[in-house]
């Protein structure tokens, strides 16, 4: 099983950009389908984007569609979500996930194994 670690949080304001990145331990990362989650205060977690095992399928939430990229890279380990145009409402804990299934069980919000998250705080 993979451990993950986030990193790439920080405060910036409305509109700038952001990159988190997800890395992950273990030899197995290219078998996990990885996806990204945020969990505002007082919030539910809610999905945010996943992709599939090789990279050529990625999924969004409505609300950051067009705004953020999930991309990885399976020789490093590392997922990233590309963050940009940030809104104040997208401030949250971010998590990262995998899965050994699908990427469709990541959009259902489920998830084998989670990562700490990392804090984005967005000022308008």
Known sequence: QVQLVESGGGLVQAGDSLR???VASGRTFSSYA???FRQAPGKEREFVAAINRSGGATYYADSVKG????????????VYLQMRSLKPEDTAN??????SRTAGILRAGRGEV??????VTVSS
Do not use: E, P
């Open 114 to 119: 989670w990562g700490q998250g990392t804090l």
């Open 94 to 99: 971010y998590y990262c996930a995998a899965d």
């Open 67 to 78: 705004r953020f990229t999930i991309s990885r890279d399976n020789a490093k380990k590392t």
């Open 34 to 36: 990885m996806g990204w």
């Open 20 to 22: 988190l990145s997800c």
